[in-house]
């Protein structure tokens, strides 16, 4: 198992070629670029550790078959979009309505669909497979996926409210949120009140995570920190809004693949490419 910090992409030259079923010229990434991003399976958390020995949390993201299922433009559409799909399931699963949707695309049915909003020059042919390499390892991106369902919560646990005293005068009563309303005006509670009810389930995405090792072979993607979701969750993750331009990426590592990268290239690339950390030793002590 080879592995290499990257430079520039480790001597390869992230030029790469652009997918277009009408032209077969180079396409350039610039600052306005905005590229599709990919479906991933959250398949739990280990460490890593910089060259100074400090540990760093990381989730793994697999990729699991993308490929583009259908192309929105602005003509027809009304905005510029990619339709990417992920993990192949059997036709016996899938409805009829998909079916058609799946043959009409030349693609295998998909257990997953989602949309991802892109700039004309980012636009790929259907059937374009991405695969882990389509980030690069100290870019940022953005992770979304529903979080794990808690079930009926109390408030306590739900929003973080202290409870009522756990002196001998409160009985029964502990855990209890407290008083929700006030007296005869206007004598009811208003809407929005946290009070207990269902919790998690709901639509979260963390920003700005960085992307710390690429598997070529095994098309996985570590990214620091922890992301919403249940192990074997699908997670929506596509380049970092608030990181745009030069900030996106090392500088070093510019340009990013666009609008994705060419599959020669990932035949040539190491099996594993990790992210430079830099920076002086933290464990020193400074004078």
Known sequence: MSSIRIGLRAGISTQTRA???????LATWTHNSLRTGVIAKKKGMTAMWDEWGKRIPV?????EQNQVVQVMNEEKHGYNALQIGCSDRSGKNTTNPLKGHFEMAGVAPKAKLFEFRVTPDAILPVGTEL??????????VDCSAPTIGKGFQGAMKRYGFGGQPASHGTSVTHRSLGSVGQRKDPGRVFKGKKMAGRMGGDQSTVQ????????????????????PGADDAYVKVRDAVKKRGDQIAPADSLPLPF?????????????????????????VVKD
């Open 19 to 25: 997918f277009s079923s009408s032209s077969s010229q």
């Open 59 to 63: 989730t793994v993201l697999q990729l």
């Open 131 to 140: 695969v882990a390499s389509h980030f690069i390892p100290g870019q940022f």
């Open 208 to 227: 700005s995570l960085k992307v710390m090792k690429i598997d070529n072979s095994m098309n996985l993607i570590y990214v620091k920190g922890s992301i």
């Open 259 to 283: 609008p994705t990268v060419d599959p020669a290239l990932v035949k040539a690339m190491p099996r594993e490419i990790v992210a430079k950390t830099g920076g002086s030793d933290p464990f």
